[in-house]
């Protein structure tokens, strides 16, 4: 029976130390948690969060100006390029006489 309380009482006492180290192992866990998302993730977030303000300032203002300066330059193309082409197209001789 002495047998038996000393191998219960060792028993408990590695129960004990098991669960003692069990909250040291949580605590240290939580702090590199804590010290990882403070260090890595929170300047990550904020870099996202800068990259998508620039995206969002491009598509509000830096894209539909480039679109707006594009269909100008292609009018202006089209209109000293293309019109006078077209219409001195049309009227060569060889349009002038089928045209009668």
């Known amino acids: ?15 004990t ?3 003692s180290q069990t909250n040291e192992i949580k605590s ?11 260090t890595v993730l929170v300047p990550k977030i904020t870099d996202v969060k800068n990259e998508t303000a620039k995206i969002l300032t491009a598509s ?6 480039k679109i707006l300066q594009m269909r100008e330059d ?20 060889e349009y002038l006489h089928q045209a009668k």
């Open 1 to 15: 029976m002495s047998l038996l309380k000393s191998v219960t009482s060792a028993i408990q006492a590695v129960t």
């Open 17 to 19: 130390n098991i669960a």
């Open 28 to 38: 240290v866990v939580k702090d590199e948690i804590q010290k990882q998302v403070e």
């Open 60 to 65: 509000e203002t830096t894209i539909p100006n």
């Open 74 to 93: 292609v009018t202006s193309s089209i209109k000293t390029e293309v019109k006078p082409f077209v219409q001195s197209g049309i009227l060569t001789p």
